[in-house]
């Protein structure tokens, strides 16, 4: 596993607040392993715009 990139006792409260449902250690990992795929993907929508800041328009 890589570095888990989302506060897991954050995303386990906002799960447990909205439905009452507990978070297993695979969805942790999974939400993670995400964010790291979008945060590439904007990386290099950024990179292909010649800019050297990933903004919010990159994630489209």
Known sequence: MSDV???SSKVR???KEKSQFNTSAEFIEALS???ES???NAIERAKANKRKTVKE???N
Request: proline letters at 0%; charged letters at 25%; one cysteine or more.
């Open 38 to 40: 979008i945060c590439l």
């Open 33 to 35: 392993k995400q964010v």
């Open 13 to 15: 409260k906002y799960v």
């Open 57 to 59: 328009r990159d994630l």
């Open 5 to 7: 990139l989302v506060v």
